[in-house]
């Protein structure tokens, strides 16, 4: 099992930026998701245990940006231009070894998460 930490939640207003870290190790995939009240768990973005491949959702493409540092073992998401409706509890998830599958979509694809950053973002 894979121990994941976020950290970097908090709150800002629109328009801001936020910058979310997720401690891990090993040759997983890296994933985000986030979680709003009254909301199903919803797939943000992943990236590849090599980095070379990223993906993300319709509503933050342009906005935010995924990355990893395999020699620190953090996988970061950089969110700029945020709005009232980012606002959710953030969780880090890695996926099984090996290749991002392509149900990377679907939060039962992941293994195992973190136990998630809150992000406000006030109007």
């Known amino acids: 099992q894979v121990q994941l930490v976020e950290s970097g939640g908090g709150l800002v207003q629109a328009g801001g930026s936020l910058r979310l870290s997720c401690a891990a190790s090993g040759r997983y995939p890296m994933g985000w998701f986030r979680q709003a009240p009254g909301k199903e768990r919803e797939f943000v973005a992943a990236?590849?245990?090599?980095?070379?491949?990223?993906y993300y959702s319709d509503s933050v493409k342009g906005r935010f940006t995924i990355s990893r540092d395999n020699a620190k073992n953090t996988a970061d998401l950089q969110m700029n231009s945020l709005k009232p409706e980012d606002t959710a509890t953030y969780y880090c998830?890695?996926?099984?070894?090996?290749?991002?599958?392509?149900?990377?979509?679907?939060?039962?694809?992941?293994?195992?998460w973190g136990k998630g950053t809150l992000v406000t973002v006030s109007s």
């Open positions: 998830a890695a996926g099984p070894l090996g290749s991002l599958g392509e149900n990377y979509r679907r939060p039962n694809w992941w293994r195992d």
């Open positions: 990236i590849s245990w090599s980095g070379g491949t990223t």
